[in-house]
T-cell receptor
Framework: AQKVTQAQTEISVVEKEDVTLDCVYE???????LFWYKQPPSGELVFLIR??????QNEISGRYSWNFQKSTSSFNFTITASQVVDSAVYFC????????????FGSGTQLTVLP | DVKVTQSSRYLVKRTGEKVFLECVQD?????MFWYRQDPGLGLRLIYF???????EKGDIPEGYSVSREKKERFSLILESASTNQTSMYLC??????????????FGDGTRLSIL
């Protein structure tokens, strides 16, 4: 069975602060994929990143960065210099090669960025 | 640009009614999914389909059925709606093999209330 844990239910920061959203996963498969999605108040989930289990390089995209560490089964997401528009629910998700059930989502982290 | 369209943003039905939720994608994707989203539980997979007329149960299929008669359309059916099916329902699609783990693209969601 696979599992994704996002222990932070809600986080509040003030604009321009950096914030890290934690994601810990469990799977028995050696080949798997990790994802982050953003869900703004409008409701639509927006795909942010996909990372496979063989690529542990950190990734940076503008103010967003992701830290993948297989040793701790974590795939954390950092927003640098946060903005009010970053306020959303963020989901981490896992999909294993051998699983026909596609994505297993964490419970999500509600991020509020205050002006 | 990727587009997944759900027929209704908000829907109110009565207990015992048969309810249809429709989803259409315009990207010629092979795979389509139905999730429900509840506070604190993240997204849970109800059913998915990897080809026309093909379907597989997800984690919580009880009380639901699906239909995929055309590649672009995937319908979720509540055979006899109950109050515990009040939820946000999200449709998604992705391309490629069911094991290819491509990112899923989501619709805006349907907030369904069963009275």
């Amino acid at each position: 069975a696979q599992k994704v844990t996002q222990a932070q239910t809600e986080i509040s920061v003030v604009e321009k602060e950096d914030v890290t959203l934690d994601c810990v996963y469990e799977t028995r498969d050696t080949t798997y994929y990790l994802f982050w999605y953003k869900q703004p108040p409008s409701g639509e989930l927006v795909f942010l990143i996909r990372r496979n289990s063989f690529d542990e390089q950190n990734e940076i995209s503008g103010r967003y960065s992701w830290n993948f560490q297989k040793s701790t089964s974590s795939f954390n997401f950092t927003i640098t210099a946060s903005q009010v528009v970053d306020s959303a629910v963020y989901f981490c998700a896992l999909s294993a090669r051998g699983s026909a059930r596609q994505l297993t989502f964490g419970s999500g982290t509600q991020l509020t960025v205050l002006p | 640009d990727v587009k997944v369209t759900q027929s209704s943003r908000y829907l109110v039905k009565r207990t015992g009614e048969k309810v249809f939720l429709e989803c259409v994608q315009d990207m010629d994707h092979e795979n389509m999914f139905w999730y429900r989203q509840d506070p604190g539980l993240g997204l849970r997979l109800i059913y998915f389909s990897y080809d026309v007329k093909m379907k597989e149960k997800g984690d919580i299929p009880e009380g639901y059925s699906v239909s995929r008669e055309k590649k672009e359309r995937f319908s979720l059916i509540l055979e006899s709606a109950s109050t515990n099916q009040t939820s946000m329902y999200l449709c998604a699609s992705s391309f490629g093999s069911v094991y290819s783990n491509q990112p899923q693209h989501f619709g805006d969601g349907t907030r369904l209330s069963i009275l």
